[in-house]
C-alpha cells in the first residue's frame, strides 16, 4: 500500500469489480482510454483482469485501485501496464472517477506512482501516451515532468475520425526535480 496526501495506491480486491465498472461506463471516461477498454466489458472479463492483477508471479503488470485516503472509497486505477525488464522502462496508465477529478487526486496519484516506479522498481523511464483531445491529461503530465518525445498521427480512431496519440517520457531527474 502507497500514500500521498490525497490518495492510497492497494491492491486490488474482488469486491471492486462491480464498482469498477460503473465508474468506467461514466460518460468520457472510456473514451480516452486504449482501444480495450471502449466496448462495454463484461463483469466475468472485467473479474478476469482485476484477478490477474492480484496474482503474484505477474512480475510485469501492477495494477493499483486508487482509494480516496479519507473515506476509503474506490475512485479509479492506475498502474504499469508493461515493464520493460531489459530497458527498465514502464509504461504506465490511470484514470480517476468523474466525481473525483479537478480535485488534486490524478496529480497525487501520478506522484506516489512514479515514486514507486523509481523508488521500488528502479525503473530507468517511464513513459505513456494520450490522445490529442485529452487536454486534462496533457496539463497534469506535463505538471509532472513528462516530456512530449513524438507524436504518432491518426493513430486512433474515436469520435468518428483519427486522432493522433502523443507519446511522453519521464526519466528520474525530471521526477524528482517538480516533487
Ligand atoms: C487525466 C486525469 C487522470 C486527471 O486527473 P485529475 O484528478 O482530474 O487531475 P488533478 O485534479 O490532479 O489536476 C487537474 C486540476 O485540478 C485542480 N487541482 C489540483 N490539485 C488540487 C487540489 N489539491 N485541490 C483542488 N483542486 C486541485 C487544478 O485546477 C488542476 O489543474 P492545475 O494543473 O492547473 O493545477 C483525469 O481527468 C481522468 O482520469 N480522466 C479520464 C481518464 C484519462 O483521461 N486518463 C488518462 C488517459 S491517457
Given at each position: 500500500?502507497?500514500?500521498?496526501?490525497?490518495?492510497?495506491?492497494?491492491?486490488?480486491?474482488?469486491?471492486?469489480?462491480?464498482?469498477?465498472?460503473?465508474?468506467?461506463?461514466?460518460?468520457?471516461?472510456?473514451?480516452?482510454?486504449?482501444?480495450?477498454?471502449?466496448?462495454?466489458?463484461?463483469?466475468?472479463?472485467?473479474?478476469?483482469?482485476?484477478?490477474?492483477?492480484?496474482?503474484?508471479?505477474?512480475?510485469?503488470?501492477?495494477?493499483?485501485?486508487?482509494?480516496?485516503?479519507?473515506?476509503?472509497?474506490?475512485?479509479?486505477?492506475?498502474?504499469?501496464?508493461?515493464?520493460?525488464?531489459?530497458?527498465?522502462?514502464a509504461?504506465?496508465?490511470?484514470?480517476?472517477?468523474?466525481?473525483?477529478?479537478?480535485?488534486?487526486?490524478?496529480?497525487?496519484?501520478?506522484?506516489?506512482?512514479?515514486?514507486?516506479i523509481?523508488?521500488?522498481l528502479?525503473a530507468?523511464?517511464?513513459?505513456?501516451?494520450?490522445?490529442?483531445?485529452?487536454?486534462?491529461?496533457?496539463?497534469?503530465?506535463?505538471?509532472?515532468?513528462?516530456?512530449?518525445?513524438?507524436?504518432?498521427?491518426?493513430?486512433?480512431?474515436?469520435?468518428?475520425?483519427?486522432?493522433?496519440?502523443?507519446?511522453?517520457?519521464?526519466?528520474?531527474?525530471?521526477?524528482?526535480?517538480?516533487?
Amino acid at each position: 500500500m502507497f500514500q500521498g496526501q490525497l490518495v492510497t495506491l492497494r491492491a486490488y480486491k474482488t469486491e471492486d469489480v462491480e464498482v469498477s465498472l460503473k465508474l468506467l461506463e461514466e460518460e468520457g471516461l472510456r473514451d480516452t482510454l486504449s482501444m480495450e477498454v471502449i466496448f462495454p466489458y463484461s463483469t466475468d472479463s472485467q473479474k478476469a483482469y482485476i484477478e490477474n492483477s492480484m496474482k503474484k508471479n505477474n512480475k510485469n503488470v501492477y495494477n493499483f485501485a486508487i482509494e480516496d485516503k479519507k473515506t476509503k472509497q474506490y475512485i479509479g486505477s492506475c498502474g504499469i501496464n508493461e515493464y520493460d525488464m531489459n530497458q527498465r522502462i514502464a509504461t504506465i496508465g490511470l484514470w480517476i472517477s468523474k466525481d473525483f477529478q479537478n480535485k488534486g487526486y490524478g496529480t497525487d496519484t501520478l506522484q506516489v506512482l512514479c515514486k514507486f516506479i523509481f523508488d521500488e522498481l528502479n525503473a530507468f523511464k517511464i513513459t505513456l501516451f494520450y490522445f490529442d483531445f485529452n487536454e486534462n491529461a496533457a496539463k497534469l503530465y506535463k505538471k509532472i515532468g513528462f516530456v512530449t518525445e513524438g507524436i504518432h498521427r491518426k493513430e486512433q480512431f474515436r469520435y468518428g475520425k483519427y486522432h493522433n496519440r502523443i507519446y511522453m517520457g519521464l526519466f528520474r531527474e525530471e521526477f524528482f526535480k517538480s516533487e
